[in-house]
């Protein structure tokens, strides 16, 4: 083989390794980066990945908020209508958040199947819930009623 012939093929065989490297490192980061969206029930069946940080969403039971006497810690059941899971959150709530409020909270399943939330999310409005909640709630039949920006829920 010609030595200007091997030295092209060394060069591009270079460049390919390079760019594999460089793919395999970019989808490794942005798996990391992912946070995908589980209903109540899907946790609840145990489709969740454990340990990985997930988005979970739907509306604040009534009666299931909790406070410890730190004041700073919070556990309340979130619901879909067909399943419900317990969120525990350390820290400040939103201003907005209350018992029937659709929320996202985001954090790890542990072993019990609590969500260990590190951010939790209320709508800022009272017309405004976040796509995937509004989405769940469709398609566990819990929202009755969608046109534009009214949106009523069934009990």
């Known amino acids: 083989m010609n030595p200007v012939r091997k030295k092209r093929l060394f060069i591009i065989l270079a460049i390919l390794a390079g760019v594999g490297v460089a793919v395999t490192l970019a989808l490794s980061a942005l798996q990391e ?66 018992e029937g409020q659709g929320i996202v909270a985001l954090g790890r399943v542990n072993s019990e199947g609590v969500l260990v939330a590190d951010e939790v999310l209320a709508k800022h409005d009272e017309n405004y819930m976040p796509p995937e909640v509004t989405q769940a709630l469709e398609q566990s039949g819990m929202m009755k009623h969608y046109e534009g920006d009214k949106q009523e829920y069934a009990k």
Do not use: K, M
């Open 33 to 98: 980066n992912i946070n995908l969206f589980y209903t109540p029930t899907q946790i609840a069946a145990g489709e969740a990945p454990e340990g990985t940080r997930i988005r979970a969403g739907g509306l604040v039971e009534d009666g299931s908020v909790t406070r410890s006497s730190d004041s700073l810690t919070v556990t309340f059941r979130v619901t879909d209508n067909n399943a419900s899971i317990a969120i525990q959150y350390q820290g400040i709530l939103p201003d907005l958040f209350r």
